[in-house]
Each structure stands twice: as C-alpha cells, then as structure tokens.
DNA sequence: TCGGATTACGTGCACCGTAATGATC
DNA sequence: GATCATTACGGTGCACGTAATCCGA
C-alpha cells in the first residue's frame, strides 16, 4: 500500500534537492528517508532515483511521480479542507450586511430559528462585496439594499432605516424640520467606523465634510454627547441608543437617506433558509 | 497524518454499508476498522458517523468524505499507472503494423538502433487502427500504407512489396506472365490468417472466393506445399521463404497488388526516433 | 576528508486480532 | 437474543533513530 507519508517524502525530496535536506525539512532521520524512498519503489516496482553517483538523484520518472504525488497530496488536502469547511457550515450560519442595523434586527431572529447554529457576521461596505461572497459560498446569506441582478438569487425586503443629524441646539440648522445633505455638507461629523455603505454614501454625498472616524460605538456616543460636533442616527439606531439628552435629531429627507434592506441568499440554498425569511419582519 | 489505508476504510464502507462487511472485503477485522475510522475522524477533527443507533452509519459529511477520498484513491491508482507506463516505454519500443513483412525487416534494424530496448510489435489490418493507437500513445510508431491525413504527424516510406500467386503448374494460369484479382476470383485459396491489411484487401478485391485460413505460418506453407491449392506470396516474403519446389509463382499487377510501406510516429516524438529513421533503407 | 546515501541494529509505537462489552432493534 | 459497533488487552510488525559503512568529489 502507498501510504501518504511516502508521497510527502518523494514530494519535498524534489523540493529540497538532496535527501539529508528533505529529512531536516520533513523532521525524520535521513535513513528513515532512505528506507521510506526504498519502498515507495518497491511499491511502484519502478526506480524513482539514479544510484549512481554520490548524490541520489531523482530520475526523470522520479519526477513524474513527484508531480503526482504533488496532486495526490493536494487532493488529500482540498478533502480535509472541503469535510472541515463542511462541518463549519453545519454548524454556524454566516452572513454578511451592508449596515449594522439589520444585524440588531437579525441577531434574536437567527438565533431563535436556528437554536442549533452559532450564527456569524460581519459588514461590508456595498452589495457588490457580500454578492461576490454569496457567490463563493463563503456566506451563507447578506443583507443587501436591493436584490442582485439576474437569476439565481432568492430574499426579501425586511426592514427600513432612515438617517437623521444630532446637532447641538445652538446650530444654525438645529430649528429646521428636515435636512438635505447638501444642507451640511462641509460640516465636521463624529462617526463611528464600522457602518457599512453609510461611511461612503456620506462621503459622496458630503465632499467637503471632514469625518472623525471613531473606532468603537461607545467611543462615538460619548464625543457626540459631550462636544458640539455634529453626529449621525438613523431611526432604527434610535430605537436601542436613545438621542443623548442636549442634542436635537433633525431627519434627512433625501432619497438617499432612506434605505430598505433585503434578505438574500443563492436560489439553490432558499429551502435551508425559508424558517428564517418566514421570521423575517413585514415592511410597514 | 492521514494515510491511504483510511480512506480504503472509509471508501468501502460508504460502498457496503456497514463495517463488518466493509472489513471482511478489507481482509481486517471490524475492530480494526472501527478504530480506523475513529482516527479518521480525529485526523480531520469532524465526525463522519451517526452513532445515535445501533448501525453506525455514515453522516451527509461522511458521505462527501468518502467522494473525496475516491477522488485520492483514483489520482494514487492513477500515479502508479503512469509512473509504470513510462517506466515500461522506456524500456520497451512498440510499434504496430499493417502487414508482417515490415516487422521482418524493421526487426534487425530496431535491435541494433535500440539496443537497451526490446521491441513489441502487433499486426493491425487498416490504417486507421493504428493512428488510432498512435493518438492514445498505445504505441510508438506504426508501418503504415500511407502518411495520415492532417498534421502532427512525422514519417517516410522505407518498402515496397508487391503479392502474388503459386500455382500449381498444372493449374490453367500458371504460364501467364502476370494476373489480375479478377483472374483469380472465385478460387479457393490456402492463406496464413496474420497478414494485416493483405486479408480485408483480397476479400475485397475476390468477393466470390474462399479462404482457407490458417493459424500458423508453417502451416500454411505445409498445404500449399503439399495441395494443389493456390496460395499467396510476396516479393519480400520470397526472400525468407523460398518458393516452394513444385510451384509456380505468378505475380499480381494490379495497382493495389503493390504497396509501399511508411514507417509513422507523432511529430512530437519524431526527435526521440531519428535514428530509427535514419537507419532505415531507402526504396530504389 | 567530507557531505551525503545506504546498511545494520535495537527499540517502541501503532496497528492488528481476539474477545469481552455495549447498544439497539 | 441477534446483530453490529466499540472497548479492552496482549502481540507483533514496521517504521523509527542511532550509528556504522559506503561512495564520490
């Protein structure tokens, strides 16, 4: 029987050039090396080595099998990585949003329906990122501002969010009812980072505003409170960190501002995840 | 390490369904093959088995497990294959032929170019078969009628040999001078069954007669010797067999009667045989 | 003489088989 | 109780490391 540890030895003598190398590269002693390539040949019932000279050295046949033994060992690994990667999948539901709002919306949702399953997440900063993700089975479901184009792609909308400014009351826009971007564009704006598409749809729409990104949520809530600097809310956010008392949230009413976010997977997977659209929320 | 003899476990459970079937076509015992999975299991750190009841089946894992462990098997099965292949071409030189005469006369010419080879040769009745077995590598080169039709392919005629009849010198034909296939259709003729090419073409050409054929080439020679039944022979066959005392040869002088003899390899291996080619005669 | 492969030799581990035990129908 | 799988136990073969040997530059 040609076991695998013979192959990995074939393979890095090619690599390391000499036997001694390979046998410090492959941590056995050189005589192990020497005996493992001794049956290997007697296993293929072919000379793999020209013994002629002082240096073993691999014969062109010797070669051949390296570049085999190559790809067995490949397919040997690609079969840890698919069966791991498999057993992953069983376990935790991964899934990719475009803002972080969804994730508080899904996070009881999830881990209601899918009790079996840790569930993971993380932000993107447009649809083209998480599709390409979906695409690549690297997650199992995104959050996305629109379906994907073209077939192949099952979801629903979920839920709405709409942006709004925290401005001290002594601003000048601080009276108005409702707010343009173009309104505060120049402005400075406390943010925090992770905020999915948010962070460059204000940048476009704001060219001249200067954002002091902030690292952590807390970090941010506490620089809005107690400075003057401008921030940002959305409707949705409200709902779980209350407008910080001294400060007056003025929604935005460009089209923009408003979202609505969907829930989507690849078509083929749409049975694994119909508990979770049938918990989804119904868009007002 | 996860060695061959784990995935032959695994594979051929999936195949029989339990282990102790799986393990009496092994050859080893259900304990041994029980604990071999267990370290599969602990080799790719997931479980492959449901282990909830009695049988221990395998898990949708398991199953995909085993898919890839095929896949390794066949790529190993299909490294042993070609690293003999290539240890048996080089040791050996194969060629087929259209008709035996050109073995006769390459036989000389291989062993003195090609010493460290040996030569196999095998008869073939078209063309066609044997560029067949050219494309798939089955064989070095071939004798042909004709160059192949298309590119890729390197080669040169190097015999000529023509066929004709012995008659008894009773028979009402043996005085011509020469003979056409119609002369001669209808007549039962004594004939040696392994002449490639030469035994489709004489069916062809003499549709109304019978063909006595024979297995052997002595015997052939016996009953036309010893018969007054006509019987064939070439102008390079009466180098080595002599006309037989009693006979009469006539000579055929149809077109395809006479043929010429190419000696065809892939133009990819035409460097490897250049002193074949060299070595061989040149048609006057 | 030196770097590197092979051979010799003793050791220990890992896999084996037998047999007992466990689990499920 | 029948049928499988797992666990326990003792044995053994095989791959290992060390060290001696061999072989070319």
Redesign the pocket.
């Known amino acids: 029987m040609i076991?695998t540890?013979l192959l990995h030895g074939l393979a890095e003598i090619e690599r390391s050039?000499?036997?001694?190398?390979a046998?410090n590269a492959l941590?056995?002693?050189?005589?192990?090396?020497?005996?493992?390539?001794?049956?290997l040949e007697r296993e293929l019932g072919v000379a793999l080595?020209d013994?002629?000279?002082?240096?073993?050295t691999l014969s062109p046949i010797g070669h051949l099998a390296a570049d085999h033994a190559r790809a067995v060992l490949a397919a040997l690994d690609g079969m840890a990585a698919a069966v791991r990667e498999a057993d992953r999948a069983r376990r935790v539901f991964r899934y990719g949003s475009v803002a972080p709002a969804p994730v508080w919306t899904l996070a009881p949702i999830l881990s209601r329906v899918l009790p079996a399953k840790s569930v993971e997440s993380h932000l993107r900063e447009t649809d083209k990122e998480l599709v390409r993700e979906l695409q690549e089975d690297a997650i199992d479901a995104a959050v996305l501002l629109a379906m994907p184009p073209g077939d192949g792609w099952s979801g629903r909308p979920f839920l709405r969010e709409s942006l709004g400014v925290l401005l001290p009351p002594v601003h000048k826009l601080a009276r108005r009812k409702s707010l343009r971007f173009a309104d505060l564009d120049g402005e400075t704006f406390v943010v925090f980072g992770d905020i999915g598409f948010w962070m460059p749809l204000c940048r476009a729409k704001m060219p001249k505003t200067e954002f002091l990104v902030q690292g952590t949520y807390g970090a941010t809530g506490q620089i809005v409170a107690n400075s003057t600097l401008p921030g940002f809310y959305t409707d949705v956010s409200a709902l779980r960190t209350p407008i910080p008392e001294g400060r007056v949230a003025v929604p935005m009413r460009d089209v923009e501002a408003t979202v609505t976010y969907h829930l989507v997977c690849r078509a083929e997977r749409a049975g694994d995840l119909s508990a979770v659209f049938d918990a989804l929320p119904e868009i007002p």
Chains 1, 2 share one sequence.
Do not use: D
């Open positions: 076991e540890y050039g000499t036997f001694t190398a046998a941590f056995v002693s050189q005589a192990a090396l020497s005996r493992a390539m001794q049956k080595f013994r002629s000279g002082g240096r073993t």
